[in-house]
T-cell receptor, first 113, second 116 residues
Framework: GNSVTQMEGPVTLSEEAFLTINCTYTATGYPSLFWYVQYPGEGLQLLLKATKADDKGSNKGFEATYRKETTSFHLEKGSVQVSDSAVYFCALRTGNAGNMLTFGGGTRLMVKP | GAVVSQHPSWVICKSGTSVKIECRSLDFQATTMFWYRQFPKQSLMLMATSNEGSKATYEQGVEKDKFLINHASLTLSTLTVTSAHPEDSSFYIC????????????FGPGTRLTVL
């Protein structure tokens, strides 16, 4: 079956620090990979995605590269801001699961000024 | 992007009562809607997949008689928690898919249910 593993949080960083949140997956077939962000009290928002190997998704300074050889999709940002404080979810979807998403456990990021 | 709303955003009820949560796609027609449950500081767990005009498909371990899902139109799905108990207290999130080739799901803001 499909599964997604993320590094456990919380991750606490100072403003302008470099961020990496690790995500690895197991999947049958060829998954599309996603990062979602959940700000306090809100629903999930799609942050970025990649649909095939070596694709790089990027948005709002965040990047993640689809690495098939290591089955990974690590999230990175060069300089975090206080406003980036949120919970980040890695997710995958395979064609044989219809539109169903499989989520990782989520990683809480706290950025201090 | 497309907007999905949920109502209510927060509900407190007494044990034994039933609570209905609405999920609406505001500017697109949703052929499929998903209902998730999120426990504090945990990930989303898919409860069921709902297709307009047909019965919902429930994930293993989810009681279909307790969590009633109705997807009567292309813009509205409802989740009714019947005879709620304190252990049903959770954050319920819906998402909607338009059926286009992008396959993107759009998430609602969630409904926090507290059962006393």
């Amino acid at each position: 079956g499909n599964s997604v593993t993320q590094m456990e949080g919380p991750v606490t960083l100072s403003e302008e620090a470099f961020l990496t949140i690790n995500c690895t997956y197991t999947a049958t077939g060829y998954p599309s990979l996603f990062w979602y962000v959940q700000y306090p009290g809100e629903g999930l928002q799609l942050l970025l995605k990649a649909t095939k190997a070596d694709d790089k998704g990027s948005n709002k300074g965040f990047e993640a590269t689809y690495r098939k050889e290591t089955t990974s999709f690590h999230l990175e940002k060069g300089s975090v801001q206080v406003s980036d404080s949120a919970v980040y979810f890695c997710a995958l979807r395979t064609g044989n699961a219809g539109n169903m998403l499989t989520f990782g456990g989520g990683t809480r990021l706290m950025v201090k000024p | 992007g497309a907007v999905v709303s949920q109502h209510p955003s927060w509900v407190i009820c007494k044990s034994g009562t039933s609570v209905k949560i609405e999920c609406r796609s505001l500017d697109f027609q949703a052929t499929t809607m998903f209902w998730y449950r999120q426990f504090p500081k945990q990930s989303l767990m898919l409860m069921a997949t709902s297709n307009e005009g047909s019965k919902a498909t429930y994930e293993q371990g989810v009681e279909k008689d307790k969590f009633l899902i109705n997807h009567a139109s292309l813009t509205l799905s409802t989740l009714t928690v019947t005879s709620a108990h304190p252990e049903d207290s959770s954050f319920y999130i819906c998402s909607a898919h338009s059926g286009t080739s992008s396959h993107e799901q759009f998430f609602g803001p969630g409904t926090r249910l507290t059962v006393l």
